[in-house]
């Protein structure tokens, strides 16, 4: 490979790294953090630091791997960091899918909350991922969403979150389990 060659793919890495931390909108941002403070946390409490930080990259890097495989000719960027936070909800739904969520249930014109098993709300997003890709499989200059991407950050999630958690800090965080309506006295 020539050094011209060796550079340009250096680049296109790096751009994918990058594009990790760029979002076309705010409320693009906005839903991004809102997901990954809901699932982030209690993952990065289960690997430390160091490990959920190259879980997280990896995971983007897999999410932007699936997207390209789905879609070769597309030629709309793709930015956001949707894709390695598919990966944190992959990993919290092998390590904690019996946990409830909280979510908006919409009964007609009335709004309600309902708390649902992480692994019912998780796998009813995969879903929505792989139905919204297989509709729009070969399009190559529709720009919106990488529901691959999504797809494929969520597969490596559940595929990798066994190399990086720590079992002594998913069992601690198993021992102070918290619902709502339960009061602790210490």
Known sequence: MSG???TRVRLKADN???SMF???SWMHLLGNMWFLWLFGNNIEDSMTRPRFLIFYLISGLAAALFQVVANPASIVPMVGASGAISGVMGAYLVLYPRVRVFTLVPLGFFMTTMALPAWAMLIYWAFLQLASGLMTTGSS???GVAFWAHLGGFVAGVALVKLFERRDRVM???A???R???VRHL
Request: proline share 5%; hydrophobic share 35%; glycine share 14%.
């Open 4 to 6: 011209f060659s060796r």
């Open 16 to 18: 994918v790294v990058t």
């Open 22 to 24: 760029l979002h076309g």
């Open 141 to 143: 200059s529709q720009g």
């Open 172 to 174: 601690a965080r198993a």
């Open 176 to 178: 102070h389990h918290w």
């Open 180 to 182: 709502p309506g339960t």
